[in-house]
């Protein structure tokens, strides 16, 4: 990863070409800080985006079957110009949720509105997350067309750095 990268990324050409991000990199290496940043710059630039959780997302969209509402839910998360799913990777899943994840990837494919995902899975961890090969083909065949893979390596960055940590001077 380099800062021209990064810099080339927050002038938000990926969203006007309909390009997705994925981070992929063990916890803490910055992934996440990256991906909010990019909304960020997005909202602040006047670009309509929702950041979600992926479990949280999963749930919504599992909850909307149940309530019929998942139409609704799916035209309202596509209209979205960019859409940010945290930490895809430490998830349990229901077969539904995996289908309607699917269906929101495929939408958003299909009307070019971009998504930043997180996650600490190589695209081939994908098949054991998902569980069904065929969709997870069709999944990264639509999610890897107009996608920008970044992976991140590194310690992480919440671990103590060279020296003391703080607990050790209050000692």
Same mark, same amino acid.
């Given at each position: 990863?380099?800062?021209?990268?990064?810099?080339?990324?927050?002038?938000?050409?990926?969203?006007?070409?309909?390009?997705?991000?994925?981070?992929?990199?063990?916890?803490?290496?910055?992934?996440?800080?990256?991906?909010?940043?990019? %909304?960020?710059?997005?909202?602040?630039?006047?670009?309509?985006? $929702?950041?979600?959780?992926?479990?949280? =997302? *999963? /749930?919504? !969209?599992?909850?909307?079957?149940?309530?019929?509402?998942?139409?609704?839910?799916?035209?309202?998360?596509?209209?979205?110009?960019?859409?940010?799913?945290?930490?895809?990777?430490?998830?349990?899943?229901?077969?539904?949720?995996?289908?309607?994840?699917?269906?929101?990837?495929?939408?958003?494919?299909?009307?070019?509105?971009?998504?930043?995902?997180?996650?600490? %899975?190589?695209?081939?961890?994908?098949?054991?997350?998902?569980? $069904?090969?065929?969709?997870?083909?069709? =999944? *990264? /065949?639509? !999610?890897?067309?107009?996608?920008?893979?970044?992976?991140?390596?590194?310690?992480?960055?919440?671990?103590?750095?060279?020296?003391?940590?703080?607990?050790?001077?209050?000692?």
């Amino acid at each position: 990863m380099s800062k021209a990268q990064i810099n080339e990324l927050a002038g938000l050409g990926f969203i006007e070409r309909g390009e997705n991000i994925v981070f992929v990199g063990d916890p803490g290496t910055g992934k996440s800080g990256l991906a909010i940043g990019l %909304l960020r710059e997005a909202l602040l630039s006047g670009y309509r985006g $929702r950041f979600y959780n992926a479990q949280d =997302l *999963l /749930d919504e !969209l599992y909850a909307s079957l149940a309530d019929r509402s998942s139409a609704r839910l799916m035209k309202r998360l596509c209209r979205f110009d960019a859409l940010c799913i945290d930490e895809l990777g430490y998830l349990t899943l229901k077969p539904e949720q995996v289908n309607a994840f699917f269906k929101l990837m495929e939408e958003r494919y299909w009307r070019k509105r971009s998504v930043i995902i997180t996650t600490n %899975l190589a695209y081939s961890a994908w098949y054991d997350l998902f569980q $069904r090969k065929n969709l997870v083909d069709a =999944l *990264l /065949d639509r !999610l890897t067309h107009r996608c920008i893979t970044i992976r991140i390596e590194g310690p992480s960055l919440r671990a103590p750095s060279h020296g003391k940590g703080k607990a050790d001077k209050q000692s």
